[in-house]
C-alpha cells in the first residue's frame, strides 16, 4: 500500500491529463470568438459557480467538529473568502465587458432558470457536507483544474484587465487544491479509505470534463486525451 503522502502524489499526477483537455476546451472556446452576449452569459454562469463555493466552503466550516485544528479552519475560511473575491471579481469583469452595472440579483436568478453545468454541484452530488474525503478530493480535483481553466482563460485573453483577474482568480484555485491534497494526505490512511477516494476522484474526473464541454466547448482532441488516459 503507498503512503497517504505518495498516494495523493499519484491522484495529482493523474488528474493532468482532465486538466489539459480542459485547457484544449477552453482554448477552443475563446478561438470560436463568442459574441458579446455569449461571453457574458458564460462569464455569468461562472460568476454563480463561484458563489456556490463559497457558500458550500463556508458551510462546511460551519460544521467542523470542536476539535478542528486552528490551522485547517484558517485554511478553509481563507478559501470561502476567497470564493467571495472571485464572485465579485467575476462580476467586475462582466461589468467590464457590458460598460453597465449588472444586476446581480437578476442574474442570479436567471441563472437559475436556464442554469449551466457548475461544479460546485458536485459537492451535493457526492455528499461532500458528510464526508470529508469526497470535499477534500473536491478540492484537489475541480479546483485544480478550475487553476488550470482560468489561466487559459487568461492566456486567451487580450484584455490587460480580464488577464489580471483571470490570472489571480487561477493562482488562488491552485491554493484551494493544495488545501484539498493536504487534507486527503491526513484523512488517507488506510486501503479502505485510498480505494474510496480514488472511486470518487474518478467519477469526478468524467463529470468536470463533462461540465468543461458544456460550458466551453467540446473539442475532439480533449475527448480523445481524456478517453485514452482513462479508459472511458
Known amino acids: 500500500m503507498l503512503s497517504s503522502k505518495e498516494f495523493v502524489a499519484s491522484l495529482k499526477e493523474n488528474n493532468q491529463s482532465l486538466f489539459k483537455a480542459s485547457q484544449i476546451n477552453v482554448r477552443a472556446y475563446f478561438d470560436s470568438r463568442p459574441s458579446q452576449d455569449e461571453m457574458v452569459d458564460h462569464f455569468i454562469g461562472r460568476m454563480v459557480n463561484e458563489r456556490l463555493n463559497m457558500v458550500e466552503i463556508a458551510q ?16 478553509l475560511t481563507k478559501q470561502a473568502h476567497d470564493e467571495a473575491n ?5 462580476k467586475d469583469v462582466i461589468e467590464h465587458i457590458t460598460g453597465k452595472p449588472l444586476n446581480v440579483e437578476a442574474a442570479i436568478a436567471a441563472e437559475a432558470a436556464k442554469p449551466t453545468a457548475k461544479g460546485a454541484d458536485l459537492l451535493k452530488k457526492y455528499e461532500a457536507e458528510t464526508d470529508p474525503i469526497a470535499l477534500a478530493a473536491y478540492q484537489l480535483v475541480a479546483e485544480g483544474r478550475a ?13 490587460e484587465f480580464i488577464r489580471r483577474t483571470y490570472a489571480k482568480i487561477a493562482k488562488d484555485e491552485g491554493f484551494h487544491a493544495n488545501i484539498g491534497g493536504m487534507k486527503l494526505e491526513q484523512l488517507l490512511k488506510t486501503e479502505a479509505d485510498q480505494t474510496h477516494a480514488e472511486a470518487l476522484i474518478r467519477k469526478m474526473r468524467r463529470d468536470l470534463f463533462e461540465i468543461s464541454c458544456l460550458n466551453t466547448a467540446a473539442a475532439p482532441a480533449a475527448r480523445q486525451l481524456v478517453e485514452e488516459a482513462y479508459g472511458w
Open 60 to 75: 462546511s466550516v460551519a460544521r467542523l467538529p470542536a476539535d478542528t485544528s486552528v490551522e485547517e479552519l484558517q485554511l
Open 86 to 90: 472571485h464572485f465579485r471579481m467575476v
Open 147 to 159: 487553476e488550470a481553466v482560468w489561466s487559459e482563460m487568461a492566456n486567451c485573453i487580450d484584455d
